[in-house]
């Protein structure tokens, strides 16, 4: 392992005042410590603030930032301040927890200090007493994605699990944030870096032997209602993503056919099944229709370009 990699947890919360001490100590109390913890605080009107504020006296690796209620999202572009390169970054939720060796293991299943990007199972529970003890689910092996960049951009493929499942490098996270977000509602954290990852070509670690603690409380953002605008929304605002984060790092929008092929090969059948990926012969049709949508919008803008100029 390289001693020069600084492992650090980055909590959210917002008005997390009945979950943020279980969560807190969740992460000071692990087998393997982290070097330092960030928690970015999203306006929250509750008791958060001064339940954190306590962990403040006898943890100096501690900071805490606050802000006006944006958003989740919005706490990672706050957080970039304080995130140092040559680290690895490991989410949490404020109501969520670690088992006691969650670092531990997920280092030992990956094997090395350093990666793109990692993620892992969660387990549900309601009280206390039902949470996972360890974070050890099994022996299974990783599994390692590679490449998904042409996936995602032609089918929009979900490869990854809820915030507090992933892990990224400090270097994805700089090219990730920060995304002006404007307003988007019903676009979640979990989204932005799981489709951006793979847009940026990150390679992705599946670890199906760790687990994290989900809690499973009424006012989970998975357990509201989403009504067909929501929905909508945040197709939008997923394709506004997508499409902002191809014109900054001038990745084409729609990969070309050899691409999408190679990583669809890559995958092997049982992820194709749980991608919900088509038979690749059925594919070329609709990457050509993509890639023709996209060079006549092009031209049609070269034009548009060139006609204003003349007037």
Request: contains cysteine; charged residues 25%.
């Amino acid at each position: 392992m390289n001693s020069n990699i600084k492992n650090i947890c980055f909590i959210n919360n917002f008005n997390n005042e009945s979950f943020i001490e279980s969560c807190l100590k969740s992460v000071f109390n692990q087998t393997r410590p982290f070097d330092e913890i960030i928690i970015v605080d999203d306006g929250s009107t509750d008791r958060s603030l001064e339940v954190i504020s306590h962990f403040l006296i006898d943890h100096k690796n501690l900071q805490i930032l606050q802000k006006e209620n944006q958003g989740q999202l919005s706490t990672f572009n706050e957080a970039l301040l304080l995130i140092p390169d040559k680290a690895q970054i490991f989410l949490l939720d404020g109501d969520d927890l670690y088992p006691r060796d969650y670092l531990e293991a997920t280092l030992k299943a990956i094997g090395r200090s350093q990666w793109d990007f990692a993620f892992c199972d969660r387990e549900g529970f309601e009280g206390e007493q039902y949470a996972p003890k360890s974070a050890m689910l099994n022996e299974l092996p990783s599994y390692y994605f590679y490449e998904t960049s042409a996936l995602v951009r032609s089918r929009e493929c979900w490869i990854g699990n809820a915030t507090s499942c992933i892990s990224l490098s400090s270097e994805l996270f700089k090219k990730i944030f920060p995304y002006p977000i404007g307003r988007m509602k019903k676009y979640w954290a979990d989204d932005h870096l799981i489709y951006i990852s793979s847009v940026l070509g990150a390679e992705k670690i599946y670890l199906p032997s760790v687990r994290i603690g989900w809690r499973n409380h009424l006012n989970n953002i998975t357990k509201l209602p989403y009504s067909e605008d929501d929905i909508k929304s945040r197709h939008l605002a997923i394709a506004k993503a997508i499409n902002w984060y191809c014109d900054k790092y001038c990745i084409a929008r729609y990969p070309g056919i050899l691409e999408y092929f190679k990583e669809y090969k890559m995958l092997g059948p049982h992820w194709q099944k749980q991608l919900d990926l088509p038979n690749q012969y059925r594919m070329p049709n609709r990457l050509l229709r993509d890639l023709a949508k996209q060079f006549y919008k092009n031209h049609l803008s070269a034009v548009r370009k060139i006609f204003i100029k003349d007037l």
